[in-house]
């Protein structure tokens, strides 16, 4: 420590306290390669109201108006080739431009619009009772 300008201990000075510690035996984990398994969400197939975003999957005619808000499902916003970027705003060549996207037409290419959602679902409301059932339980003989 002479060599130094300052007396203060620091990261350099290895004294007698450096010696090796004896490395316990760790357990050895198993399965630890390959990818872990990923808690994905499940999948379902609906189809929304392109006005209100109802659902729209126990219709039976899906070329009626929403249940809700009464807009044509069968209308250029609510199609699948309905696409604004393209030409005459839908991905099928159709011969002209329809002029109101929300209003009910006659197209021969309508299909509707189906959408794959992540299926979310809330866990159920715990109860009051539920927890103080379980204390009670910690007791019991």
Same mark, same amino acid.
């Given at each position: 420590?002479?060599?130094?300008?300052?007396?203060?201990?620091?990261?350099?000075?290895?004294?007698? =306290?450096?010696?090796?510690?004896? /490395?316990? =035996?760790?357990?050895?984990?198993?399965? !630890?390669?390959? $990818?872990?398994?990923?808690?994905? %969400?499940?999948?379902?197939?609906?189809?929304?109201?392109?006005?209100?975003?109802?659902?729209?999957? /126990?219709?039976?005619? $899906?070329?009626? $108006?929403?249940?809700?808000?009464?807009?044509?499902?069968? /209308?250029?916003?609510? +199609? !699948?080739?309905?696409?604004?970027?393209?030409?005459? =705003? +839908?991905?099928?060549?159709?011969? &002209?431009?329809?002029?109101?996207?929300?209003?009910?037409?006659?197209?021969?290419?309508?299909?509707?619009?189906?959408?794959?959602?992540? &299926?979310?679902?809330? %866990?159920?409301?715990?109860?009051?009772?539920?927890?103080?059932?379980?204390?009670?339980?910690?007791?019991?003989?």
């Amino acid at each position: 420590m002479s060599d130094r300008k300052y007396r203060q201990r620091g990261y350099q000075d290895r004294g007698e =306290e450096t010696q090796k510690r004896p /490395s316990a =035996e760790k357990p050895v984990k198993k399965d !630890t390669f390959g $990818p872990r398994p990923i808690q994905m %969400p499940g999948t379902r197939t609906v189809s929304r109201c392109a006005q209100c975003g109802t659902l729209l999957q /126990s219709l039976p005619d $899906p070329v009626g $108006p929403c249940p809700k808000c009464g807009f044509d499902l069968h /209308s250029c916003k609510q +199609c !699948t080739y309905f696409d604004p970027s393209s030409r005459f =705003e +839908c991905m099928q060549p159709i011969p &002209e431009r329809i002029a109101r996207k929300d209003a009910r037409n006659e197209c021969t290419f309508y299909s509707i619009r189906v959408m794959v959602e992540k &299926e979310t679902s809330t %866990p159920t409301p715990v109860r009051a009772d539920d927890a103080r059932k379980a204390f009670e339980n910690l007791f019991k003989k």
